[in-house]
């Protein structure tokens, strides 16, 4: 039957049939992408689904080591804060303590903006040889500035605390304030 056929005819119907398949495929991608964002809890927020524009909304792109990432409109006067809430907040493998020192959580967004939030792993990609990074004290930091770390929460934070003084790093897993995995994701973070 494929000899009935003429070749440039069989070639158009191949290239037809791969250019349907494909659209299909995308069409299914951006549904299947759609449900996986789903909506955002907060009625002043809203993920842009559509590019109609609107007066008193902005549309701010959020990145990075988020729950949710894409482009979120937002009221006009929304705050950086509002648009990590959009996005479902701080990812578990965002860089929490450079997000708390470095970004304005209080800051106004524009139209267009975007926001990008590191990864931890890129802050150790990122530091050039012989450049000193702020490191959080065992010994000294507070309850806030311990929550810092990953994987540190309000609990584990009062056991790093209450069983103080340390004399050597290791001590945090020795006196068991923090487990294995733990210290394995804060070991260079901290310092006595």
Excluded: C, H
Aim: glycine content about 6%.
């Amino acid at each position: 039957m494929a000899d009935l056929i003429p070749k440039p005819l069989l070639i158009v119907i191949s290239l037809i049939a791969a250019t349907t398949l494909l659209t299909v495929w995308q069409v299914m991608r951006i549904d299947s992408l759609s449900r996986a964002f789903g909506q955002a809890a907060d009625p002043g927020i809203e993920l842009v689904r559509n590019a109609g524009s609107v007066s008193n909304r902005i549309l701010v792109d959020i990145a990075g080591a988020v729950e949710k990432p894409g482009v979120y409109g937002l009221k006009k006067d929304s705050r950086l804060v509002d648009a990590l809430k959009a996005a479902g907040g701080l990812s578990a493998d965002s860089d929490r303590y450079l997000v708390a020192r470095s970004f304005n959580l209080a800051k106004k967004l524009a139209d267009e903006e975007k926001v990008y939030i590191p990864y931890l792993e890129e802050r150790t990609m990122a530091i050039p040889e012989g450049i000193r990074v702020n490191l959080i004290s065992l010994n000294s930091a507070s309850l806030s500035e311990l929550e810092l770390l990953p994987g540190i929460g309000p609990k584990t934070a009062q056991k790093v605390i209450d069983r103080r003084p340390y004399s050597a790093i290791e001590d945090v897993l020795t006196k068991k304030a923090v487990g294995e995995k733990t210290f394995e994701k804060i070991r260079d973070l901290i310092t006595l």
